[in-house]
């Protein structure tokens, strides 16, 4: 099996407070969330933050789709109830949609 990795980014709000809250709520993500990432074929979601950027490596299985995972959160209460909290520290990146939270980083390099 060949794993797909994405790259996507995402800014917070530039409040040091939230930003020390956000993170702190990532010390103790429930086993509900964990779960729900697995089951979407997610096997390595790893996040990284540069002052009120941050910058999400993801590598999937075959299973995965952004649709499926779309799909599987609105149907999860424990992940809505995730998701409304994180709008709270969370902002679009310059450049993205209203309202689109996460976005697809273009691959430029690769060794």
């Known amino acids: 099996m060949n794993n797909k990795r994405f790259a996507m980014a995402l800014d917070l709000v530039d409040d040091p407070k939230m930003i020390a809250e956000y993170e702190d709520h990532h010390t103790r993500v429930s086993a509900e969330i964990k779960k729900s990432i697995t089951d979407a074929?997610?096997?390595v979601?790893?996040?990284?933050?540069f002052g009120n950027r941050l910058f999400m490596i993801m590598e999937?299985?075959?299973s995965f789709s952004?649709?499926?995972k779309d799909k599987m959160d609105v149907g999860n209460p424990a992940v809505q109830?995730?998701?409304q909290l994180?709008?709270?520290y969370q902002q679009s990146?310059?450049?993205s949609k209203p309202g689109e939270k996460w976005v697809m980083m273009k691959q430029i390099f690769e060794l």
């Open 81 to 83: 109830v995730w998701e």
């Open 66 to 68: 952004f649709e499926r």
């Open 45 to 49: 979601m790893d996040i990284y933050r």
């Open 41 to 43: 074929g997610i096997t």
């Open 93 to 95: 990146i310059p450049g």
């Open 86 to 88: 994180m709008w709270k």
């Open 60 to 62: 999937v299985d075959d």
